[in-house]
């Protein structure tokens, strides 16, 4: 037996490793594919040497650097399940993550190393070893000691290589456990259906503790034998001047509005670009509308989750509608349920998103209460996404089940609502969300964030009266500078909950 998910990277392995760039950094700095065998092989033994078994948590708290991801790999090669973490959690936050995960190794931050310390003796840590920035550390130096030579721990297609947390807006994070095969299958059918090859050249702006960065991007390149021009955060000038000798880039919806603001974005500097690809929150119509007037290109919009890497996409060919998130990939079956009779929808009928395939994990850590009560007897995973399936087949979110809206016994789905605000002049976007009302349980609210000349409350609620049914119709209209977001770019519309819980008392 191979280590099933490395042998993705073996497979298409350029004659010389040495001749092919895998990483480059805007400092210059270059690692080839000779370099990614030899540091991964280096990471795996100095962790064999740490004492990790097979099957062990290396959890890593990281700033973004090429070693991380020869960390990864080489926990991958050793047989290891890596397990990265947001690098803005807290000490009490790692403290649960360390325990829950029981972790062996534990990879952080020079800076915090002396604090954490503490942290993860009492979660049974057995080495704390640190990483910075710069990719150095204790866990570099580790490395840099290993003995040459190492051969891969054989991995079968169910064996886990992962554990992501989920990032728990409501109660503790869970953590979803990704298996070989979840992110090798997940990796290729994006290969195709995206039509990668070892020409491509990626921008990759993303956070590496996430499924985007981590997976979807990196693993994408590493099953063609690509390139990755890696930037540690979204710098929307440096993205601009790296495009002439790029081909694709994959980012969060941030990205897009941020790259706008940017007067040099144009044809020409978007030119040798073939593939701009948008998720991990939703991309505002409006943005892929002015992204094609600025650009000519179609941002190609796709839906995943961290239990299930990549879902569904728009297509390559064909086209890419604005509002949805394309099709199921070809391996994966999705349906649309009634929450409440679990009856399978027809088209364009709102209901619970449920998809099964390769691609979808193996249960949450340590939660099989948890798990069961999220997979369907059939192995249906009910993602707590709503949404439908239009005619065509697209599939299109109205939001996270939790953010449905119950309104003196109506639904509302928020998407709708946020969708007839976000068309009228002036607004910037919304968010529509439910708040405590005597009356109604919840009264529909919406927070707006206006531009210039924009339309007070009064206003926007005249334009939006005979546009929508009566009970969909925002109670008030307040109004913010910006909506609050996690690091993926997703409105936190749980902050907004809180902070305006009480708007309807007496
Ligand atoms: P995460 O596990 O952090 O990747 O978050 C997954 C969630 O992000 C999904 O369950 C969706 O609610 C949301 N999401 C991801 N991609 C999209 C998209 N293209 N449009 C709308 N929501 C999305």
Not at 27 to 40: C, N, T, V
Not at 166 to 185: E, I, V, Y
Not at 205 to 221: C, D, R, S, Y
Request: glycine share 10%; proline share 6%; charged share 20%.
């Amino acid at each position: 037996m191979t280590n099933h998910l490395f042998s993705l990277v073996r497979r298409t392995l350029p004659a010389d490793p040495a001749s092919r760039v895998f990483i480059e950094t805007p400092e210059g700095r270059r690692y080839s594919y000779a370099d990614l065998l030899e540091r991964s092989a280096a990471y795996a033994a100095a962790l064999k040497a740490l004492g990790v078994r097979t099957g062990d948590r290396v959890a890593a708290q990281v700033d973004k650097s090429a070693e991380v991801i020869f960390l990864y790999l080489g926990a991958v090669r050793a047989g290891a399940v890596f397990l990265p973490l947001n690098t803005a959690y807290t000490g009490p936050e790692i403290a649960y993550f360390l325990s829950d995960a029981e972790a062996a190794v534990f990879v952080c931050d020079p800076v915090r190393a002396a604090a954490l310390k503490p942290v993860a003796e009492t979660a049974g840590v057995r080495a704390l070893l640190t990483l910075d920035a710069s990719g150095r550390g204790t866990m570099a130096d580790a490395a840099d000691r290993a003995p040459p030579g190492f051969a891969d721990v054989a991995r079968g297609p169910d064996d886990l290589a992962a554990i992501l947390y989920t990032s728990g807006t409501t109660g503790r994070s869970k953590g979803a456990m990704l298996s070989h095969d979840n992110l090798a299958s997940n990796a290729l059918t994006l290969v195709d259906y995206w039509r990668f090859t070892a020409d491509d050249v990626l921008i990759h702006a993303l956070p590496v503790f996430h499924t985007h960065g981590l997976f979807v991007a990196t693993n994408i390149v590493l099953a063609t034998g690509g390139t990755m021009l890696f930037l540690p955060k979204l710098d929307a000038k440096l993205i601009l001047s790296l495009m002439p000798r790029a081909t694709a880039m994959m980012g969060v919806p941030t990205f897009y509005t941020r790259l706008l603001k940017e007067p040099g974005l144009t044809r020409e500097a978007t030119a040798h670009m073939r593939l701009f690809v948008s998720g991990s929150a939703p991309l505002l119509a409006e943005t892929h509308r002015e992204w094609s007037a600025r650009t000519g290109h179609a941002i190609l919009e796709r839906y995943g989750m961290t239990e299930t890497n990549m879902n569904t996409s728009n297509p390559y060919e064909g086209e890419r509608i604005a509002g949805t998130v394309g099709f199921p990939l070809p391996d994966v079956a999705l349906r649309v349920v009634d929450p409440e009779t679990g009856a399978v929808l027809g088209a364009d009928e709102v209901g619970m998103i449920e998809v099964k395939g390769p691609n979808v994990f193996k249960g949450y850590w340590r939660m099989p209460e948890k798990t069961a009560a999220e997979f369907k007897a059939d192995g249906f995973f009910v993602t707590g996404d709503l949404g439908k399936v239009d005619a065509r087949g697209y599939v299109h979110i109205v939001g996270r089940g939790k953010d449905l809206i119950i309104s003196g016994g109506f639904n509302v789905y928020p998407k709708e609502i946020e969708t007839e605000i976000d068309a009228l002049p002036g607004v910037v976007e919304s968010a529509v969300i439910g708040l405590p009302h005597a009356d109604f349980g919840e009264g529909v609210t919406a927070v707006v964030v206006a531009g210039k000349d924009a339309p007070d409350e009064a206003a926007i609620l005249g334009r939006l009266e005979g546009r929508l049914a009566r009970y969909k119709l925002p109670k008030r209209i307040l109004f913010a500078d910006d909506l609050p977001r996690n690091a993926m770019g997703k409105v936190q519309k749980n902050v907004l909950r809180e902070r305006f819980a009480h708007l309807y008392d007496a």
